[in-house]
C-alpha cells in the first residue's frame, strides 16, 4: 500500500522560509506527478505546486517567485521550499503522488496526512 509522509510544517515569522518534504513508499508502481495542496481553515483547498515524472514545475500565481517544487532521483520524495512566507500562507498543506499501475493508463491519486504551517509575528 501506498504511503505518503508530510515533514517539515511548524511556525515561522512573517518573512521567514520553511522546506516541506514527502516521502512515498509502499509502491512498486511508477510515480508520474507529485505535488502540494493546502487548506486554512473556513478556506477551499488550493493547489500549491506540481512536478512531473519529467521534473516540469507548475507554481500557484500567488505563489510564484516564493515557493518552488523539487523532486529526487528516484521520483519518491518531493520537496517544497517556502521563502517569503507571509500571514495569508497559514495552512495545512498535503502531499500527492499520482501512481500508474501496471497495464493501466488512469492513475490513482495519494495523499498524506498533511503538516501545519503557521506564519504569525
Known amino acids: 500500500q501506498v504511503r505518503l509522509v508530510e515533514s517539515g510544517g511548524g511556525l515561522v515569522q512573517p518573512g521567514g522560509s520553511l522546506n516541506l518534504s514527502c516521502i512515498v513508499s509502499?509502491?512498486?508502481?511508477?510515480?508520474?506527478?507529485m505535488g502540494w495542496y493546502r487548506q486554512a481553515p473556513g478556506k477551499q483547498r488550493e493547489l500549491v505546486a506540481t512536478i512531473t515524472s519529467s521534473e516540469n514545475t507548475d507554481v500557484a500565481d500567488s505563489m510564484k517567485g516564493r515557493f518552488s517544487i523539487s523532486r529526487d532521483n528516484a521520483k519518491n520524495t518531493a520537496s517544497l521550499q517556502m521563502d517569503s512566507l507571509q500571514l495569508e500562507d497559514t495552512a495545512v498543506y498535503y502531499c500527492?503522488?499520482?501512481?500508474?499501475?501496471?497495464?493501466?493508463?488512469?492513475?490513482?491519486?495519494?495523499w498524506g496526512q498533511g503538516t501545519q504551517v503557521t506564519v504569525s509575528s
Open positions: 509502499g509502491s512498486s508502481d511508477s510515480i508520474t506527478a
Open positions: 500527492y503522488a499520482d501512481v500508474r499501475r501496471w497495464g493501466r493508463l488512469s492513475t490513482n491519486r495519494c
